[in-house]
Structures are given as structure tokens and as C-alpha cells.
């Protein structure tokens, strides 16, 4: 947290003899990314505000601002003194807290502590943010350039991030890393849903038809799981949100139809994942959303 | 723990006087800490700037340049080509007349052996700081050199905590892009701040400005303009001849992205129209800065929460009377278009940061001077840096 200590001089104004001034100290503390003097790029319609910070009113002529919360933008400073009948007021001005970005052994050092210590996640922010918090040279929260108010680090979108996560990295992060979990789970149990799904068993069916017409018995088909490598691959797809409703990975056809291996006993098949092309993904997000990630540079 | 001391002294509306120490300690705002840092205003920064040495003025071809033939070309003739710069090291060529891409190429394949600006680890792979940004174009003349000056770094990413990357000062020849020299430019943080931003001195050389430092009209100097009732924390974004477009917050009233033309000659300032809402902030300064385009945006309810904030397709092109005189409804623009310039030939660029463009005619010609501004970085491939030339 800053450390900012604001003190009031009254110049020219007369003290009765006996009579001490008594001071009333306010703070705001409010950043509206679409606005000077905190605009900044993709920040329009994004705000966030510190809760006001008051002192109880008292002989003190210096304040120590008492901020509460991890928050940037203008700051703005007001006090009342009362003495001698009369009430003198004060606001300042121009005065603007911005963020500084971690080092990259700080995040890794916060990454591995929270159990955060995939590769490819740390990969992620990288490709998501170039390591950086805030958006240089105003150093202003770090906003998506896709409009959707996605920030900082981990370009946290959905849900819509809180204040803390925008002006914290480490809630950022960790905000990063609980969607990296969640989409894990998905990606997890995305092979059990393609099972049981009727496309699949169309793809099964029409595999055992043709089959069938060659005069050959049906098989079993099974579908695996991902494997770890597919597991994060898929995870990451997921992170980014599933462009167009397509996971990283789709099962394997050849010319529409199932592609199988036949084990030795000609009754039991295993279907294969493939990766669906860019070619495939079609315009919205970024096709190879996971080829950069894994192409970007560790730390 | 290293400390920082700033102090800001406030003017009262009575003769009580505020100051502020501001405190900050520099280990647990920065490197490690969760915490922004107080930030002391642009103006207090002390201007140091760095003279490039050996560099060929601008304005002055040497023999193995093409020179234009000067009976041969209007003003508007040398503004034929838009090259898009992207932070990337991509190269888009735009021909204005055509309104279409023409060829597109990165800096990496024409930049030397080993290349002076970094080629992509693989394609679309984001690096940590910009890798190739021209220096804007200030008048005609720079224009008629066929020459763009990019400062450029051959590093992709930062290595380790360092936070520093080298860059050098290319001078391409133009139309082909042929590397004709570099210059280095020295070490800088590209972490917390952005690449060195250059600009020519009024020796016909080169300057790298301090963080801060601003090559155009300082915003300080607003301050005594006339009409700047009701302004508040101004600030230049673009330039041109010699009015700025300058954007500010109204102290009274609704909390709009406000806009306003200064002209650096009679030190007038005029307000543009109000936007229609908060989210309009996108405002464009035209060739010769008789007219500023605003694109209209709106936010979109997403199913999954939050909000999208995407243009509209409408456009509001200002005179310089600060009025709107003339509106556009472009369907082609609606959704996530971003501005690349207003053009002489009277043309709005847009990009979708794909490499797609659209064109939009806006009724007039401009007059040819190029519009300079501060930005030095662009990693999301919304706002490249612009040269033009004719060929």
C-alpha cells in the first residue's frame, strides 16, 4: 500500500487566542479507465473505486491516509478545519496512484505457492498479458483489446473480475489459476461427455454398418481419455474460452467416418483424439490460441 | 528497503494550504508487492534527452535513394501507400487509391543478418515489448524522403527479471524496405514503461525523449488557452500542423471522454461535441487537424456476465468548430474495429488486428500533414505506427 501523509497549512488565516483548529480529513480514491486522467487503452466502461476513507474530526493537522484496499487511480484529498467560528475548506488535486508490474521471479515465486506450477499456465500469461499487470507507460490496469474488459495478468474476463483482481496481480493470478482448475475439470471430463454423446454412438453405429456390409463383426469401440498432454492442451482451449464452442480436441474421422484401431481379437476398436485444425475453428478468438501459448518462452 | 519521497503541493479554494507526503516504498510497490504506487504527474519528471549521432537528417536523401520527382507529385501524391507498422515486426502495404492491402511482409526478412528487428517465435506468438514502431511522420517533406525510421529490438522477449531491451534506430529506404542503417539506441525498461520514442530535433538530427517528455505541445502550456473552462487533467494524444487534439475531463457535469481541439497558433482551445456516452472514447485527429473523427461504441450484455464494449458503425466527424458536421453509419465497422488513421485522400482506416482492413470515405479531403502521436506500443495489433509514402 502507499504510504501517503497529507498536512494542512493554514496561511494568512488568524487562530484566536485559546481556540484549536479541529480538522476533518476525507479520502477518494477513483479510477475510470475510459476518462482522463486514467484513460486508458480498451478501458472504457471499466471503473473501480477505494470505499471513502474519512478521520474522525480532531486536533490533528497531518492524516495518514488510510487505505484499505488495493486499488489505483485519482486520489483526491479533503479537509474541513474549523476555528474560531469559522470553517476553511481544502480539496487536492492531481495527485495519481498508479500500478508497477511484478518481476517475473516474483510471479513465479507467487505461482509455485500457490500450487500454480504448471509450465504452461505460467506460458499463458505470458501469451495473455507479456508478463504485465498494467498497461505501460500510465501503468494503468492492463485491459483486453477484445472489448470484453478481460485484465492484468491472467486477462481474467469471466466472471467479470473484481477490483481486487484488477488492481492486485496475486488476486489476479490466483483468479488465473482457479479458471486454469475449472477449466481442467472440464477438459477432464470432456472424453466421458463425447461417449455418451449420440453423435458419438452415430459415429460407432455407422462404423459397425459398414462393417457389417464387408461381412465382418462388430467391434467395441472405446474412446480414451486425454492424456496429460492432451489434458492441458485442452485446459489451456478451455482458459480461452472455447472459441466457437470447439474444445482443442475433436475424435478422429477419416472422409466422415470413425477412425479405429482393431485390437488383436477384431472385436475391440479404440477411437482416437486429433486436434482440430485451425483451418477448422473458424474466425472468432485465436485459432492457434494453444500453439502460441506452448511457443511462448517460460520464466 | 529502498524509500521514495514525492510531494505535491495543493492549491485551496481558501488560503488553506495542503501537503501531501507521499511515501512510497519502492520494494513493496513494485517488484513483490500486490500494491499500485503513487504516481507523481508527468510534469515533475526532469527532461534528459539523448542526441543520436551519425544518422542522416531527415529531409536530406543520399545518392542511392529513389528521390520523387518533385513536378511529378501533388502534396497528396506522396500519401499514395499506407504502411501499418505492427509491434509484431509485420508490415502491411495499403494502397490508399486501391483502398486495399497490397502486400504484407515482416520486418525480420528485411531488417539484416541477424535480423535487427526479432522474428516471431512462431507465427502470432506475442512478444513482451514492441518489436518495430516508426517514428511519426511530422510534415510532407519527411514524407518525400521515402525513408521510415522504426525503433526496433531484435530480442522477443525480456530475459529473466531483467527488465531492460536493447533497441536501435533503423532507417528503412522505401518502397522496398531496404535496411540503409542502424543506430543504437541503448537499454531500456520495456516493463513498467515503453520503448524510446524519437523524434527529430531542429538540427535535422535524432533525439530519444525521456519518459514523460512530450515532443509536441506540452500539455502544461493548455493551461492558459482560451475557452479551457470546465477542462481538467488535459491531455495531448495527437497532433498535426498546428493544432492538437487534446482529451480531458469536464469538472462539471456528466463524466464523458471529452475532446477538444487546441490551435497552438491563436492558443484557442475548442470543445468538441459531447459524446453520447461514456464508453465513446476513441477520438481520431484528421491530416491537418482541421477535423477529429469519434467512433461511437456501446456495450454489449454477454450471456456468460460482463459486458462487451464494441463499436456501433457510427461515426461523428467534427470541424474545427468543435460541431459535428457530418455522421456515418458504416455496418462494415460495427463490432471490434480499431482505428489506424484518417488520411488525406479524406479515408478512415480501420484494422481488426488480423490484417483485415476496412475504408471508410468521410466526404472531404485533408490536408497533407501527417498526424504525429506519443505512442510508442501496440501488442495487441490495434493501433500500428504509420508511414507514408508514394510508392
Known amino acids: 500500500m502507499p504510504l501517503i501523509t497529507a498536512t494542512a497549512e493554514m496561511q494568512g488565516i488568524a487562530i484566536p487566542p485559546g481556540s484549536a483548529p479541529t480538522y476533518e480529513w476525507s479520502a477518494t480514491l477513483t479510477f475510470n479507465g475510459g476518462i482522463a486522467p486514467t484513460k486508458t487503452f480498451f478501458g472504457g466502461g471499466r471503473s473501480s473505486e477505494h470505499p471513502i476513507m474519512r478521520a474522525q474530526a480532531g486536533h490533528a493537522k497531518t492524516w495518514r491516509i488510510p487505505f484499505s484496499h488495493v486499488r489505483g487511480g485519482t486520489l483526491t484529498i479533503q479537509v474541513t478545519v474549523r476555528v474560531g467560528g469559522s470553517s476553511h475548506h481544502g480539496t487536492s488535486e492531481s495527485l495519481l496512484i498508479a500500478g508497477t508490474n511484478p518481476l517475473p521471479s516474483a510471479i513465479r515465486t507467487f505461482t509455485d505457492s500457490i500450487g500454480a506450477t504448471k509450465a504452461r499456465f505460467r506460458k499463458q500469461l505470458r501469451q495473455e498479458s507479456s508478463l504485465q499487470q498494467f498497461r505501460p507507460p500510465d501503468l494503468w490496469p492492463k485491459y483486453s483489446s477484445d472489448g470484453l474488459g478481460g485484465v492484468g495478468l491472467a486477462q481474467i474476463t469471466r466472471p467479470a473480475p473484481t477490483a481486487d483482481q484488477v488492481w492486485n496481480w496475486k488476486e489476479n493470478v490466483r483468479a488465473g489459476w482457479a479458471l486454469y482448475k475449472e477449466k481442467e475439470r472440464y477438459a477432464r471430463a470432456y472424453p466421458a461427455t463425447v461417449r455418451r454423446s449420440e453423435e458419438f454412438r452415430r459415429l460407432v453405429g455407422a462404423y459397425n454398418q459398414a462393417r457389417s456390409a464387408q461381412r465382418l463383426p462388430p467391434v467395441q469401440v472405446t474412446l480414451p481419455d486425454f492424456t496429460d498432454e492432451q489434458l492441458e492442451q485442452d485446459t489451456i482451449r478451455g482458459f480461452n474460452g472455447y472459441a466457437n464452442g470447439l474444445h482443442e480436441f475433436r475424435v478422429r474421422t477419416e472422409a466422415g467416418r470413425l477412425f479405429v484401431t482393431i485390437g488383436p481379437d477384431e472385436r475391440q476398436g479404440t477411437a482416437e483424439w486429433e486436434r482440430i485444425p485451425a483451418a477448422d475453428r473458424g474466425r472468432a478468438g485465436d485459432p492457434a490460441y494453444v500453439e502460441h501459448v506452448e511457443s511462448a518462452q517460460d520464466f | ?391
Not at chain 2, 535535422?204 to 506540452?218: A, E, H, K, T, Y
Open chain 2, 1 to 391: 528497503m529502498d524509500a521514495a519521497a514525492a510531494k505535491s503541493y495543493v492549491s485551496l479554494i481558501t488560503r488553506l494550504v495542503l501537503t501531501l507526503a507521499v511515501t512510497a516504498s519502492v520494494g513493496a510497490c513494485s517488484r513483490a508487492s500486490d500494491a499500485p504506487e503513487p504516481q507523481t504527474m508527468p510534469s515533475a519528471q526532469a527532461p534528459t534527452s539523448m542526441v543520436i549521432p551519425n544518422t542522416a537528417p531527415p529531409g536530406i536523401a543520399p545518392e542511392s535513394a529513389e528521390s520523387p520527382t518533385d513536378s511529378a507529385l501533388d502534396s497528396q501524391s506522396y500519401y499514395r501507400y499506407l504502411y501499418a507498422v505492427y509491434c509484431n515486426g509485420v508490415v502491411d502495404r495499403i494502397d490508399l487509391e486501391q483502398r486495399k492491402k497490397v502486400a504484407s511482409f515482416h520486418l525480420a526478412e528485411r531488417s539484416g543478418t541477424p535480423a535487427a528487428v526479432a522474428a516471431e517465435s512462431s507465427p502470432g506468438a506475442r512478444p513482451d515489448s514492441c518489436l518495430a514502431r516508426p517514428v511519426s511522420q511530422q510534415n510532407t517533406s519527411e514524407v518525400a524522403t521515402r525513408r521510415a525510421y522504426v525503433v526496433a529490438t531484435d530480442q522477443f522477449y525480456r530475459v529473466g527479471d531483467e527488465s531492460k531491451k536493447r533497441y536501435q534506430l533503423l532507417t528503412f529506404l522505401l518502397p522496398k524496405w531496404q535496411l540503409e542503417k542502424a543506430v543504437d539506441l541503448g537499454l531500456f525498461d520495456v516493463l513498467n514503461s515503453t520503448p524510446p520514442r524519437v523524434v527529430s530535433d531542429s538540427r535535422g538530427g535524432w533525439v530519444v525523449l525521456p519518459q514523460g517528455q512530450s515532443n509536441g505541445p506540452v500539455e502544461a502550456n493548455l493551461k492558459n488557452y482560451l475557452s479551457m473552462d470546465n477542462v481538467t487533467s488535459p491531455r495531448i494524444t495527437e497532433w498535426s500542423a498546428s493544432t492538437a487534439l487534446v482529451e480531458f475531463a469536464n469538472t462539471r457535469g456528466q463524466q464523458l471522454p471529452q475532446a477538444g481541439l487546441a490551435d497552438l497558433t491563436t492558443h484557442r482551445f475548442t470543445h468538441l461535441d459531447d459524446p453520447p456516452n461514456d464508453l465513446s472514447a476513441d477520438v481520431r485527429l484528421a491530416p491537418g487537424g482541421h477535423y477529429a473523427l469519434r467512433r461511437i461504441e456501446r456495450m454489449e450484455k454477454q450471456n456468460t456476465g460482463g459486458g462487451q464494449v464494441t463499436g456501433t458503425g457510427e461515426l461523428r466527424l467534427y470541424g474545427a468548430d468543435g460541431k459535428t458536421v457530418a455522421t456515418f453509419n458504416e455496418k462494415g465497422i460495427a463490432g471490434l474495429w480499431h482505428t489506424v488513421a484518417l488520411t488525406p485522400q479524406g479515408l478512415a482506416v480501420y484494422t481488426n488486428g488480423s490484417g483485415d482492413y476496412q475504408f471508410v470515405p468521410l466526404g472531404r479531403k485533408f490536408e497533407p500533414e501527417p498526424v504525429a502521436n506519443e505512442w510508442t506500443d501496440d501488442l495487441e495489433g490495434t493501433r500500428p505506427g504509420v508511414v507514408y509514402s508514394d510508392r
